[in-house]
């Protein structure tokens, strides 16, 4: 014979409560008032009882699964510090996350899943961490047509309609720049600014970093000078850069790089060139993409998109909207700014 399950009328009758009393304290009903007192006697007959609420019949009883989907490539870093900050959202709210990821199939029909999850009643809203330059309307009229509470991170910058959290890329540049020509440091020369990509430079994230770079040396009198290099196969050619950069100045001027994924090889070629960086070469990075001020020596300044504190808004937002949110927080940009990570290379 099994044991016979524990209910919340059990709970109830030992607390000396009404059930709707227990139903207060473990959901936080609105308009029921409990004391301190009222609130300790309850959890201490749960624990007593080792009584577990019955997720299905909570789901019947309110409509909600109590689970969010978190859609993107779980072989990036990026995901990984996303779902971190979703992690500890959902467990201040007593949510748990359903980890999905296209892996071989074609992103719209991973996605399509997403939907039919929602409709089955298994999820109650979706989060996906998409690429800068995203903006798929078919997606977004899709989410749209079947009421799916839905935030896409660092995707929709350019796009009405559909609620977005977004790093401010604008001034993460600026807090990069004002920090290699802060009050004190041994040169003021202009910063050069170095874009390192892969393939075509078409994301809006890069697009408004070099602006950001542009109107912030043309409003100190500066003449912004950038150049770009190409990553192949892995690796980025700076040596040549690097000798061009010592011939216009003795030192060379400041350099700030897009990404810190460019910067080993950096460090690499500056130590051919025999320059030592932080000294005769001050470099900062404008995107901590791979946590480069714990992989370098001397450690990299760097400014830092804050990923977990996007994975932490962007469950709020989607809280919001399955609350029944207004229409700004349905469709509204939230913008995280970047944080400055101070190392020994500026």
């Known amino acids: 014979m099994g044991k016979k399950r524990v209910t919340s009328h059990d709970v109830a009758k030992l607390a000396g409560v009404s059930r709707s009393v227990v139903s207060a304290v473990l959901n936080g009903t609105p308009g029921i008032g409990v004391s301190g007192e009222t609130r300790e006697n309850v959890l201490a007959a749960i624990r007593e009882l080792n009584y577990h609420v ?16 978190a859609f993107g490539d779980t072989r990036h870093p990026l995901f ?59 997606w977004a009229a ?53 874009e390192v990509y892969h393939g075509v430079i078409r994301s809006w994230a890069e697009r408004t970093r070099r602006d950001a770079y542009t109107r912030w040396c043309s409003g100190r009198g500066m003449n912004p000078f950038s150049f770009r290099l190409p990553e192949r196969e892995g690796r980025v050619d700076w040596e040549e850069w690097l000798l061009k950069l010592a011939d216009i100045s003795k030192p060379p001027p400041p350099l700030l790089v897009n990404w810190s994924s460019g910067v080993p090889d950096l460090y690499r070629a500056a130590h051919k060139l025999g320059l030592q960086i932080g000294e005769e070469l001050r470099v900062m990075a404008a995107d901590n993409t791979i946590q480069g001020h714990r992989l370098s020596l001397p450690a990299l300044s760097c400014v830092e998109i804050p990923y977990v504190g996007m994975g932490e808004e962007a469950v709020r937002r989607v809280l919001k909207q399955i609350e029944g949110g207004t229409t700004s927080e349905a469709g509204g940009k939230i913008w995280l700014p970047a944080v400055l990570r101070a190392g020994e290379s500026a």
């Open 54 to 69: 019955d997720a299905q019949a909570r789901s019947m009883k309110t409509g909600r699964t109590m689970s969010l989907a």
């Open 142 to 194: 899709k989410v749209g047509e079947a009421g799916v509470p839905y935030v896409s991170v660092e995707g929709y910058a350019e796009a009405e309609g559909v609620c977005s959290v977004l790093a401010d890329y604008k001034g993460s540049v600026e807090l990069a720049l004002d920090y290699l020509l802060r009050p004190g440091t041994p040169q003021l020369q202009t910063p050069v600014y170095a």
């Open 80 to 138: 990984m510090r996303l779902l971190e900050g979703m992690q500890r959202e959902c467990e201040a709210h007593g949510y748990h996350i359903l980890l999905c990821s296209p892996g071989q199939r074609p992103d719209g029909e991973a996605r399509d899943e997403l939907v039919d999850l929602y409709h089955q009643r298994k999820i109650d809203g979706i989060v996906t961490l998409d690429d800068t330059s995203y903006r798929d309307e078919a």
